[in-house]
């Protein structure tokens, strides 16, 4: 594996680890169980049957919970302290072979990636659940699912684009995120207020 395939397979794992962890690891290692796909060897072991297995049966879960307004927010929550260090280790993984500097700096890349792309879809989806409809949760929970596929299908076809892909993505969470934090503190300082309100209702009853 060459090096701009290895910087593609990097990226996109980091990518899709921040949108859907488990379904990245089964994708990633039943196609390489299968040979349709190379792993180095850092990343044979999402090959084995138990770790098929397990993401297999999480990723139905996350596939689940994240079509159900709210819950997903909390899933989201609960696996921030799961997808962001899973993400860097995959990173790793690909350059486990390579120079020190090298995998540091993959892990420090893998990290910084699958953050930023966590912060966007967990703050964004909470944004998104303040609406009481479930169509735009759906809509956006969806289009997840096949962002994930065209990460997984470029980084293997086209590394080159992939790499493209990834830049033009960072560029938007630079913008984005910045947005999504005002948002998420405007809806917890109108929560507060709410809440305040009827603190001061009870008090008075």
């Known amino acids: 594996m060459d090096t701009l395939q290895s910087l593609a397979l990097a990226g996109g794992l980091s990518l899709g680890s921040g949108i859907r962890l488990y379904a990245t690891v089964f994708i ?94 967990a703050g964004g989806r909470a944004l998104i659940n303040t609406s009481p409809e479930p169509v735009s949760n759906w809509t956006a929970s969806f289009g997840e699912d096949i962002s994930l596929i065209g990460v997984l299908y470029l980084m293997w076809a086209h590394p080159a684009a992939m790499l493209v892909v990834l830049a033009l993505f960072l560029l938007l969470l630079v913008w984005l995120l910045p947005k999504i934090v005002r948002g998420l ?13 009827l603190d001061v209702s009870v008090g008075r009853d």
């Open 185 to 197: 503190r405007a809806l917890f300082r109108l929560l507060s207020g709410v809440r305040n309100r």
């Open 28 to 121: 990633a290692g039943l196609l390489g169980r299968l040979g349709w796909v190379p792993l180095p060897e850092g990343l044979q072991v999402l090959t084995s049957y138990w770790v098929l297995g397990i993401s297999g049966v999480l990723m139905l879960g996350e596939f689940l919970a994240d079509k159900i307004p709210a819950f997903d927010s909390v899933w989201d929550a609960v696996n921030t302290f799961i997808r962001i260090p899973a993400g860097t280790l995959l990173a790793w993984g690909v350059f486990k072979n390579a120079p020190g500097g090298e995998q540091v700096a993959a892990a420090l890349i893998g990290g910084a990636i699958v953050s930023g792309t966590h912060l966007a879809k």
